[in-house]
């Protein structure tokens, strides 16, 4: 005869538990298997202070049961958490894309402006270009900053801009008539003026529909 | 509300948590006492419930011991937050004129 009150205090019983929990994904393990196993202990011994075989018995197959239904749900929800980074990491490369295609659209504007002499398009061909480089470049910043530190989106990418804004017209400002005798700095200027507004103004509106979105889940 | 309806263990551990902070055992307790034996929270759905919970900002983690002297210091204590205690409003609401409802069809007795 055993005596119930061994049955899920012994090491042997709590190593099965161990063993059990096997079953769920190594991160939620990892993170709350512990105080799963703390949890069968109380409930273990309080199933044993009823003094009833079937208590225990009661226990076990609550124990179970809860594994059979929780751990598969624990697996779908890893899936779903590692398809939402493959979304992620394509929507990523399809921005990449984006900024290689405006470059590419850009450069062939500024050649063909250039050669037949339409200003009109020389100067979509400036604002594409800034466009497409301070996009690549400045958002990447803002990622980056966003990710590490705890600096406010919205206030980052401001500084993130206009520092990468900056940065380029001063120096094409400085050096830009030596190095190409058909540069036309009102036109490069207007083409990072134009560039600033979109992307600051991108961010401005993301910040304002995430902060909306968070009042609305608040305040509901 | 994106949140609502709550499964049931979820809103059963909003209500435990919604007078005090609470560790997973008290949890569990305060829930089979509440429910008269009807409601058992196994330590999966348990803790299933409270990992999602605290993604989803409706409890956090309290760095106090209520009784520090007759408690292990590896458990972990839960309570809500004001944005979980909103959600547990809402739900508490919804589940009224659910019942309401009820009443009005003769479903449920006026007690």
Aim: hydrophobic letters at 45%; charged letters at 20%.
């Amino acid at each position: 005869m055993y005596k119930s009150s061994q049955l899920s205090r012994s090491p042997a019983s709590q190593r099965l538990y161990a063993l059990m929990l096997k079953a769920y994904p190594a991160q939620f393990r990892r993170e709350y298997g512990p105080h799963m196993a703390q949890l069968f202990r109380d409930c273990g011994r309080a199933a044993e202070s009823h003094q009833s075989p079937f208590g225990l018995v009661r226990f076990w197959l609550i124990i179970m049961l809860d594994l059979v239904n929780t751990a598969p749900k624990e697996h779908l929800d890893n899936l779903r958490k590692e398809s939402s980074v493959m979304n992620n990491l394509r929507r990523d490369a399809l921005a990449l894309f984006g900024c290689i295609a405006i470059i590419v659209v850009a450069l062939l504007l500024l050649n063909y402006g250039r050669a037949h002499q339409v200003s009109s398009i020389l100067l979509l061909g400036y604002a594409l270009d800034a466009i497409a480089v301070t996009g690549a470049i400045g958002n990447f910043i803002v990622f980056l900053l966003v990710k590490t530190t705890k600096l406010n989106p919205l206030r980052a990418a401001l500084w993130t801009f206009l520092i990468v804004h900056a940065v380029p017209v001063i120096t094409l400002a400085v050096i830009g008539g030596s190095i190409d005798p058909q540069f036309r700095l009102g036109a490069v200027v207007m083409g990072y003026v134009v560039s600033f507004v979109f992307w600051y103004g991108l961010h401005w509106m993301w910040a304002l529909t995430k902060g909306n979105r968070l009042a609305g889940e608040g305040g509901q | 509300m994106d949140f609502l309806p709550l499964t049931p263990a979820m809103f059963h551990i909003l209500l435990a948590l919604a007078d005090r902070e609470r560790h997973g055992y008290h949890i569990m307790q305060e829930v089979e006492e509440r429910t008269e034996g009807s409601v058992r929270l196994g330590p999966g759905t348990l803790y299933g419930s409270i990992k999602r919970m605290l993604s989803d900002g409706l409890v956090e983690e309290s760095g106090e011991r209520p009784d520090p002297e007759m408690d292990d210091e590896r458990r972990r204590y839960y309570r809500l937050t004001d944005f979980g205690y909103r959600v547990a409003t809402a739900e508490a609401e919804r589940l009224a004129r659910l019942v309401k409802s009820a009443r009005s069809k003769k479903l449920l007795s006026r007690v």
